[in-house]
């Protein structure tokens, strides 16, 4: 190769004129264009993070178009789901013959259970009535709105799924979720609360949120009052916090929600007895002052497909 | 032509995303809807790829009811940059949407980290980066897919379109 071969001749194979120092226009207002544009952009996104996330100036906006965007959700969540319906049948398969040996088991046990239960429920009803006792909300007051998950949680840090119903059905931000298959008795399982709400369309944040929690305590050993909240770990483990060293919690028990009574805003929005979870460890450590109680989900947060929103009686 | 597909395709990734896809653990952290920003914008140029990213951001905060603007200011970036690759150094080369895929995979999710952490939402940075080898792993398998479909739909522009974005040196 010639030692004075030029870059503009290796690249266009002819020599060609260099351009004055000034020149380039084309490129240059290419580039600033470019530069103007990606500009607009990333100022437009910068104001959009400020107004959404200081004000609620632009709900109206999202609302509308959440609102939009639903029915194509739904049409792509029902057009996928004969399949994933055949993948899950599939993989049910695979423990189906275990399982039912142990719901059959399962279902023998708890219809003697339900037999003592229901006598205790009516024993229960009676006496509250002759008490005139005020307890904590139950799950009754609560009016049931069943929604669909329209969007699952979208990455590892989003705690939060969106639902198809929103306050056109009542939901306020704050109300509880639960999932209608979880629990016992047809109470539900606890899901999580909802924290934004526009006419349609609810995002409801999850138990495994970095900010959940909630007061808990242990069917068996109603004394036991502690706080469940997500584990550092895997997101589907729960810990039930600020339990002292004294109280006793066995493996197994069933984790309910507290309902703790309290005065205007600080009473608790979540009725008592909702089933969080089992626990599934339980230790003490010299270093803690409480104990270590691993509790473990009834639900599913990772394939939620419908949920119910219980809605607060409206306050007189 | 080329914004309506892109649109089109942008579209059908994020209500895929979105009502589809995520209902599985793995595409948690996987993103069909990055995959398939980053073909668009690796064929058709930066100012291209930032405009579709910032639409399919602002789509997707708006779906979920998020923070407006935090996706699209991720996505702004993420299409603006692969699109200055696919017009610089990246032509067609076979490894280019692997190489932007990886790249963006892992900065999309410390941008997101960081984000969250300068809003003062929870941002569990160990969460994160557990879910960052999958998410690398599969948005590398998406690629070959996605990228091969969107290729076909953008054929990549003549070479004169391109050169005019070089500056010769020399």
Partial sequence: ?316 | MDALKAAVILFVAAILQLSVLTEYQPFRTGSVVLVALLAVALLRGSVFGAVAGFLTGLMLDTATLGTLGVTSLLLTVAGFWIGRYGETTARDRFHAPYVSVAVVTVLYVVGELLLQFMLGEPAPAALAMHGLPGALLLNLVLTLPVYAVIRRLFPPLELGDRVREVRLLG
């Fill in chain 1, 1 to 316: 190769m010639p030692r004075n071969r030029t870059v503009r001749l290796a690249v266009l194979g002819s020599s060609v004129q260099r351009a004055a120092p000034s020149g380039y226009p084309s490129s240059r207002s290419s580039a600033v264009k470019r530069r103007i544009v990606v500009g607009l952009l990333v100022l437009a996104s910068l104001v959009l993070i400020t107004v959404s996330f200081r004000s609620s100036a632009l709900d109206g906006l999202q609302g509308t178009g959440a609102t939009v965007l639903r029915p194509f959700e739904i049409a792509a969540d029902r057009v996928t789901r004969p399949f994933a319906d055949t993948i899950g049948w599939f993989r049910g398969l695979a423990d189906a013959k275990s399982e039912n040996r142990k719901l059959r088991a399962q279902v023998a046990e708890l219809q003697s259970q339900l037999i003592l239960d229901e006598g205790a429920i009516q024993e229960n009803v009676q006496l509250r009535k002759a008490l005139d006792y005020h307890g904590p909300p139950s799950v009754a007051e609560f009016t049931p709105v069943n929604a669909a998950v329209l969007a699952n949680p979208q990455n590892a840090i989003d705690q939060s799924v969106t639902i198809s119903a929103g306050t056109s059905q009542g939901i306020v931000v704050g109300s509880v979720v639960v999932e209608p298959t979880g629990g016992s008795d047809g109470v539900g399982a606890l899901v999580g609360t909802v924290d934004r709400a526009v006419s349609n369309v609810a995002r409801v944040t999850l138990l495994t949120d970095a900010e959940s929690a909630v007061t808990a305590t242990d069917l068996t050993n109603t004394g036991v009052v502690g706080a469940i909240r997500r584990g550092s770990g895997s997101s589907d483990v729960l810990i039930l916090d600020r339990v002292p060293k004294q109280a006793v919690v066995r493996r197994d028990d069933t984790i309910i929600t507290a309902g703790t009574l309290g005065e205007g805003p600080l009473r608790s929005k979540f009725p008592r007895g909702i089933p969080i979870g089992t626990v599934s460890s339980q230790s003490l450590s010299d270093a803690s002052l409480f104990q270590n109680i691993q509790v473990k989900p009834l639900v599913d947060f990772s394939s939620l497909r419908s949920v119910v929103v219980l809605v607060p009686p409206k306050q007189p």
